[in-house]
């Protein structure tokens, strides 16, 4: 009978050990109105796969992700790559936009033009897009 017990304590454990291990980081922004998960081993057959809520919850079931993207009205660029200890590389400036391609500590990262890229701000007038490693798709 103990033997049954010190078996089945063990494997609950690591049970509980192999559930933290293959669980998904955690996301890479928050508080975000609209959260999207690129799924995929490479850009040409990105799946986006887009929410507005639970984007926590949603993660846990994915299981080829390579990006995430998040759409805020407002945020502090500064504020925001203090946060996530961002350096800006180059920037782009489009007829609707201007895009902020930087270095972060984020776990998604792409080579772009020789410099490997982490975070990609794009902002707009009525939106501001913050992606890792890039925003895929339109935006």
Known sequence: MRFIKLLAVTLLAGAVIAVIA?????????????????????????????????????????????????????????????????????????????????TADLPYSVMLYGEEINLHICVKTEKITVASPIIFGGY
Not at 37 to 45: A, I, L, V
Not at 60 to 84: N, Q, R
């Open 22 to 102: 293959i669980l998904p980081s955690r996301l890479c922004f928050g508080g975000a109105e609209r959260y999207t998960f690129f799924c995929g081993d490479t850009s040409k057959n990105c799946r986006e796969i887009t929410t507005l809520d639970n984007a926590d919850v949603l993660k846990l079931s994915l299981k080829d992700v390579c990006g995430e993207s998040a759409v805020y009205d407002v945020i502090d660029i500064g504020a925001f790559l203090k946060s996530v200890n961002g350096k800006i590389i180059f920037t782009e400036t489009l007829s609707d936009s201007v895009n902020y391609y930087c």
